[in-house]
């Protein structure tokens, strides 16, 4: 028999359907719907009776049906797909949506309809609100290519339970980013748990992992549940990943790969059902490369990698991060900070931020503390602008090849800018006379 929507709904599909805890709706290629499970008609207040065979656009608002339908789109994919929408309730609310919809074809491959399980987000973001944080993709914040392709690759992982590794330099914001990718996936209603796996000796660690039984150890007076069994269910962030040692790294690969463990003194297997989500500042291929790390949990680990870049890479994004400080400032100290100045948003955008986001974010807060007006200036800054200048320069000392002359040209360039492109200011600061720095500008072809 050809299959067709009223076939699929007449079947044992929708017993199941009515089983989960997520909203399910299942629209045909006449764009019409059929179908709304129990817990989306809880969600969006339709019966069947409201909503069967009615058009998809009683549902789905924002978009165009001609060329943004998320049916077509998957259709083109030839694969279940990952969407961000907008759904339309009975009493008029608009609310946002992560669905996940699959195409459904018949023996001749024929599409004839798509299934979208799909949670309501706003249930989410009103927590966070009420709780204080927010971790929806927003936090992302940036314009450029880099994390407009890291925010990417979140939506698409979130809602699977694919194991991710986050790699990036200190600062960067992984867990952030891990934080994120649990709040929107299907696990969003269970706990998160955090390790920083370089904080604890190799002992401690075991045991903050997997737990331990009464006597395991002296001081062990009694038993007490592992990382990983309280997360049972939900996720576990597993931070510098590459600090953990060999003996660790195969009880790790063992939970990734069977979902077991055993406590410190215990001989009884534990099963659990854990998403993992670690990270790492370490470059592990060069640790794997050297013996200090396992080549198969390596690959265990980075079955989803995500880089955050540092934030020299994509300094166009500074703009942006300091508007969201002085935004989070402004409501953590009550006050009215509303700009920056031009020099002192020429000095941060001539640093290079070790540190990244997190640097960034304390040099925003001293700033917030020393200014009394309206406006952050270059005084506010941590101790003074020559900090940054200063700063530069040792790095440039740091570089193998770098020359006197390399500094030199280094440290006249930054206290241009620094004097706003006034020489004679220029040549006071540097202690060398006007005729001096010309000839030196000429030398390096520097030009203002």
């Known amino acids: 028999m050809k299959k067709d929507m009223k076939t699929f709904i007449s079947s044992d599909c929708n017993i199941i359907l009515n089983s989960i805890v ?5 629209g045909g290629a006449d764009r019409r719907l059929y179908f709304l499970n129990k817990a989306g008609k809880e969600i969006l207040g339709y019966s069947d009776e409201e909503i069967v065979g009615q058009p998809c656009s009683l549902v789905c608002v924002g978009r165009d049906c001609d060329t943004e339908c998320p049916l077509i789109i998957a259709s083109k994919n030839n694969t279940a797909s990952h969407f961000e929408m907008k759904y339309r309730t009975k009493d008029e609310r608009v609310i946002p949506v ?3 919809l699959g195409i459904m074809r018949d023996e001749d491959g024929t599409i004839f309809g798509g299934i979208g399980i799909f949670r309501d987000l706003s249930i989410i973001r009103d927590i966070s609100r009420d709780l204080g944080f927010d971790f929806s993709l927003k936090q992302l914040i940036g314009k450029s290519k880099a994390i407009s392709y890291v925010s990417q690759l979140i939506s698409e992982v979130a809602p699977t ?3 991710v590794l986050i ?3 200190s600062g960067t914001g992984k867990e952030l980013v891990a934080n994120v990718i649990h709040y929107n996936s299907l696990r969003r209603d269970r706990v998160l748990v955090k390790v920083n796996c370089a904080a604890l000796s190799e002992n401690l660690l075991e045991s903050e992992l997997f737990g ?3 006597g395991a150890f002296t001081g062990a007076i009694q038993e007490r549940k592992g990382r990983f069994e309280v997360a049972d269910g939900g996720s576990i962030f597993l931070d510098e ?4 040692s060999p003996n660790l790294q195969v009880k790790l690969l063992r939970v990734l790969q069977e979902g077991e463990f055993e406590k410190v003194g215990d001989s009884k297997t534990q099963k659990v059902n854990v998403r993992v989500i670690a990270a790492t500042n370490r470059n592990l291929e060069d640790l794997v490369r050297s013996g200090k790390f396992r080549e198969d949990l390596y690959y265990r680990l980075r079955v989803f990698p995500i880089h955050i870049p540092p934030l020299r890479e994509r300094k166009e994004d500074i703009p942006l991060l300091i508007s969201h400080f002085i935004n989070k400032f402004n409501n953590e100290m009550g006050k009215d900070i509303t700009s920056i100045s031009k020099d002192a948003m020429d000095i941060l955008m001539d640093y290079d931020y070790p540190g990244n986001v ?3 974010s304390n040099i925003i807060e001293h700033a917030f503390v020393r200014c009394q007006g309206k406006t952050i200036l270059p005084s506010h800054l941590p101790l003074d602008e020559t900090c940054f200048v200063a700063k530069n320069i040792a790095r440039k000392l740091s570089e193998e090849s770098a020359t006197l002359e390399m500094v030199e040209k280094e440290l006249i360039i930054a206290t241009i800018k620094r004097a706003n492109y006034r020489l004679d200011r220029v040549a006071k600061i540097l202690g060398i006379g006007r005729s001096t720095l010309w000839r030196k500008m000429k030398k ?4 203002v």
């Open 22 to 26: 997520e909203g399910a709706i299942a």
């Open 167 to 169: 790699t990036g330099e």
């Open 98 to 100: 992560s669905v996940y």
């Open 212 to 214: 331990h039984v009464k």
């Open 241 to 244: 990943i590459g600090d953990i």
């Open 444 to 447: 390096y072809g520097i030009k």
């Open 358 to 360: 997190r640097e960034l």
């Open 161 to 163: 339970d694919v194991t």
